[in-house]
C-alpha cells in the first residue's frame, strides 16, 4: 500500500499474512530489573508462524513457570470478557499474544521464565535482578 502526495510516495506499508502457528518467543521489556521486591518487567508471549509474524487467530492455552530470585506477579491477554485468572501459572493467548508480569523477590540473581504449551517448543528468557 503507497500514499501519494503529487506523484512522490510519502508512506508506504507492506501487509504480510500469518501461517500456520509454529513456535512462541518471548519479548522482555528489559533485561536487568532491580532487586527491591517492588520492580516489574513485562514479557510479552507471541505466538508466530516460520517468517516470525504473530498469528492472530492463536488463541492458545499457555504455561508459565517462573524461578529463581523472580514471581508471579500477574498475566493478562488484553481481552476484556477473559475470566481467567490474573495470578496465575496459565492463560490463553488472545490475537497469538499474552503479557506475564514478574516481579524480583529483593534477592540479586537470575529470574527464569519459561512458557510452554503442548506442541510448541519452549520459549525461555533469563532477567537478572542487582540491588542498584
Do not use: H
Not at 512462541?24 to 508462524?49: F, N
Not at 492472530?56 to 493478562?76: M, Q, S, Y
Amino acid at each position: 500500500m503507497e500514499t501519494l502526495k503529487g506523484y512522490k510516495v510519502v508512506f508506504e506499508q507492506e501487509f504480510k499474512t500469518a501461517t500456520d502457528p509454529y513456535q512462541i518467543v518471548l519479548e522482555p521489556d528489559r533485561k536487568v530489573i532491580k532487586a527491591d521486591g517492588l520492580d516489574l518487567t513485562y514479557i510479552t508471549v507471541r505466538i508466530i508462524d516460520k517468517n516470525g509474524i504473530t498469528v492472530p487467530n492463536a488463541d492458545r492455552l499457555v504455561n508459565f513457570k517462573v524461578t529463581g530470585v523472580g514471581e508471579i506477579a500477574g498475566v493478562t491477554n488484553s481481552n476484556i470478557f477473559s475470566d481467567e485468572k490474573w495470578n496465575a501459572d496459565q492463560r490463553s493467548t488472545y490475537y497469538g499474544k499474552c503479557i506475564r508480569v514478574v516481579r524480583t523477590n529483593r534477592k540479586e540473581g537470575n529470574i527464569n521464565v519459561t512458557v510452554s504449551r503442548k506442541g510448541f517448543p519452549d520459549a525461555n528468557c533469563v532477567k537478572v535482578s542487582k540491588k542498584f
